[in-house]
């Protein structure tokens, strides 16, 4: 019996590792550059950023967690703006069906969400370049494009501040 428990543990975690991303990015890894189009059909791209600290937070309207932590990360983007030295996306994970534009659209609008900028990850190809398996997930990148923090699950305003405090 004992063996066949330690056999059982033994097959879940090479399956677990298995399953995770071979391009999860770390502290210290760059991030390469990627292109996304936002609400407002404007393209956005990482590089045009560097010289700045950004949070990048992925996210889903479906997902508890996200929609909880939205109405700080609202803030959080508008103080970040007037400081002009870090900005703040919200990248959703725009599946077609759960998410569409639309529904994106009309979750932000509804809240009031006007300070976010959101960009739509079609097909979740940014989130899988990251590693992302647990949404919501927060990085928090430096001047040069470098991960400095990762946040899995629910981020706070205060957590997000300290992780961009550090980085500079």
């Given at each position: 019996m004992k063996r066949k428990l330690i056999a059982l543990v033994s097959m879940l975690a090479a399956a677990m590792l298995l399953a995770?991303?071979?391009?999860a990015l770390?502290?210290?890894?760059?991030?390469?550059?990627?292109?996304l189009k936002g609400l407002d059909g404007k393209a956005?791209?990482?590089s045009?950023?560097?010289g700045k600290v950004v949070v990048l937070n992925f996210w889903a309207t479906w997902c508890p967690p996200c929609r909880g932590e939205m109405p700080e990360f609202n803030e959080l983007a508008e103080e970040l703006s007037d400081r002009g030295d870090a900005a703040l996306f919200a990248i959703n994970l725009t599946d077609g069906r759960r998410d569409t534009k639309e529904k994106v659209k009309e979750f932000i609008v509804k809240n009031g969400y006007n300070s976010l900028t959101v960009l739509l990850?079609?097909?979740?190809?940014?989130?899988?370049?990251?590693?992302?398996?647990?949404?919501p997930t927060t990085f928090v990148l430096d001047r040069g494009g470098k991960i400095s923090g990762?946040?899995?699950?629910?981020?706070?305003?205060?957590?997000?501040?300290?992780?961009v405090k550090e980085t500079k």
């Open positions: 995770a991303p071979a391009s770390r502290r210290g890894d760059a991030a390469a550059d990627f292109m956005f791209s990482l045009e950023q560097r990850d079609d097909g979740a190809r940014v989130a899988d370049h990251f590693g992302v398996r647990y949404i990762v946040i899995q699950g629910a981020a706070t305003k205060e957590n997000v501040l300290k992780l």
